[in-house]
C-alpha cells in the first residue's frame, strides 16, 4: 500500500484515526461559507473554543480536560484557516484583492453565460462585495487576530481587509464597469 508509511504518521489507534477523520470532515466542510446552519455551529465552536480558558492553576496539559480544549481550540482553527485560504486575496494588498476579484466575476459571467448561474454578476457584484466584507473577511480577519495563529501578520490581514473594503466603497461601482468592459472587448 502506497500511503500506509503516511497513514502510520498521521495515526497509530483506531481513536486517533477517528480524530483526524473528524478533522479532515471538518475542514472540508469549512470551505461551504453558504450554508448558514454550519456557519452558526462553526460560531459556536468558536466562541466556546475561545470563550472557555482551561482551569486557573491546572498546568496539566495532559489532563483529559485540557486536551478535549485544546483539539476543540486546534480544530476550529485549522477550520478557519481553510477558509482564510479561499480569501486571503481580500486581505491583502488592493491590486492583488482586483486581481483576484476580477477573476471571480469573469468566472461568475461564464456560468451566467452557459445558464449555471441565475443572475448576471453585473446586478449586484458592488454590493455583494460590501456585504461579503462586512459579514464574512473582516469577521474572519478578526478571528485570526484573536487566535494569533498569523502572528503579526494577523493584524496586517484584518488592516488590508478594512481598507480594500473602505476602497470597494470609493471605487467599486467604476471597477465594476471596468470589469464588464474588458470582458464586453474580448466577446
Known amino acids: ?20 477523520r473528524q478533522l479532515v470532515v471538518n475542514t472540508v466542510m ?3 461559507i453558504v450554508d448558514k446552519d454550519l456557519a452558526k455551529q462553526r460560531t459556536a465552536r468558536w466562541g466556546k473554543a475561545f470563550a ?4 486557573q492553576g491546572n498546568n496539566d496539559t495532559s489532563s483529559a480536560s485540557n486536551s478535549v480544549h485544546l ?15 479561499d480569501v486571503v486575496h481580500t486581505m491583502q494588498h488592493w491590486r492583488v484583492y482586483i486581481k483576484w476579484n476580477e477573476r471571480l466575476y469573469r468566472e461568475c459571467h461564464a456560468a451566467y453565460k452557459a445558464g449555471r448561474l441565475a443572475e ?23 478571528k485570526l487576530k484573536e487566535c494569533g495563529v498569523f502572528g503579526v501578520s494577523s493584524a496586517e490581514c484584518l488592516s488590508y481587509a478594512a481598507k480594500n473594503r473602505d476602497e470597494w466603497v470609493q471605487r467599486g461601482k467604476q471597477v465594476v464597469e471596468e470589469f464588464a468592459s474588458r470582458l464586453s472587448c474580448e466577446e
Open 1 to 20: 500500500d502506497a500511503y500506509s508509511d503516511l497513514r502510520r504518521a498521521i495515526y497509530s489507534t483506531a481513536d486517533e484515526l477517528k480524530r483526524f
Open 120 to 142: 448576471d454578476p453585473n446586478a449586484n457584484w458592488y454590493e455583494g462585495e460590501i456585504g461579503f466584507f462586512d459579514h464574512y473577511v473582516i469577521p474572519l480577519a478578526k
Open 30 to 32: 469549512a470551505t461551504d
Open 71 to 85: 483539539n476543540r481550540r486546534a480544530t476550529i482553527v485549522i477550520e478557519h484557516l481553510i477558509q482564510a485560504s
Open 52 to 55: 472557555e480558558r482551561c482551569e
